[in-house]
């Protein structure tokens, strides 16, 4: 597609469900990240992907979080037993290797 | 650890003043940086890219500079208008050019007509 593309744009879900967002970044681009911005937060790192290469996992806040990317292409980001702290919109980009494209966004509430 | 400082964290303007953010970062070894916008409820938009060797880059009314050795950057918005309002979100990327971009916590624009 011409641009990121980022599913659902909203996800409202229980305390302690699991949840999963959906990113397929721009045909070709090489490098995929998962960003967290809480609100009136600055964007928190959260996974790296590079090809294949092993993933960046250095910014998953908890081991309830997880991520794959299938084929070099689309992402999924996992949340398990959500908690209420876990609420903030989550933001993928996919780059070539000049700039950053994002999408935009899911917003995520735990309630 | 590179730290990403964006100043002022609001600003209110008239509409049709030329204003100027500012970013700031600790660590000069950088491969990129980006000023991207965010409207509210909004993802990123990219504006403008500034590799390390470059001084600065111009779209339209936005010119952003760099300087490396001083580790800053401005982004220049001349004759400012109401659809300008939105955060503004400065980042600078790793020197080997790959890992994650580094965020700096954003100026709010206000332009009032």
């Known amino acids: 597609g011409a641009g990121v593309s980022q599913s659902p744009s909203n996800k409202v879900t229980e305390k302690g469900k699991d949840v999963e967002l959906r990113c397929d970044p721009i045909?070709?681009?090489?490098?995929l990240y998962w960003y967290r911005q809480s609100l009136g937060q600055g964007l928190e790192f959260l996974i790296y992907?590079?090809?294949?290469?092993?993933?960046?996992k250095s910014g998953l806040p908890s081991d309830r979080f997880s991520a794959e990317r299938t084929g070099g292409s689309v992402s999924t980001l996992t949340i398990q037993r959500t908690q209420q702290e876990d609420s903030a919109v989550y933001l993928c980009?996919?780059?070539?290797?000049?700039?950053?494209?994002f999408g935009s966004g899911t917003r995520l509430t735990v309630v | 650890k590179q730290e990403v400082t964006q100043i002022p964290a609001a600003l209110s303007v008239p509409e049709g003043e030329n204003l100027v953010l500012n970013c700031s970062f600790t660590?000069?070894?950088?491969?990129?940086l980006q000023w991207f916008r965010q409207d509210p409820g909004k993802g990123l938009t990219s504006l403008l890219l500034?590799?390390?060797?470059?001084r600065e880059q111009t779209s339209g009314r936005l010119n952003a500079s760099l300087d490396k050795s001083s580790g800053r950057s401005t982004l220049y918005i001349a004759a400012s208008q109401p659809g300008d309002s939105a955060t503004y979100l400065c980042?600078?990327?790793?020197?080997?050019?790959?890992?994650?971009?580094?965020f700096g916590k954003g100026t709010k624009l206000s332009v009032k007509p």
């Open positions: 980009a996919s780059s070539a290797g000049g700039g950053y494209t």
């Open positions: 045909s070709g681009h090489t490098a």
């Open positions: 992907f590079q090809g294949n290469s092993a993933p960046d």
């Open positions: 660590d000069s070894a950088i491969y990129n």
């Open positions: 500034i590799q390390s060797s470059q």
């Open positions: 980042a600078v990327r790793k020197p080997s050019g790959q890992g994650n971009l580094i």
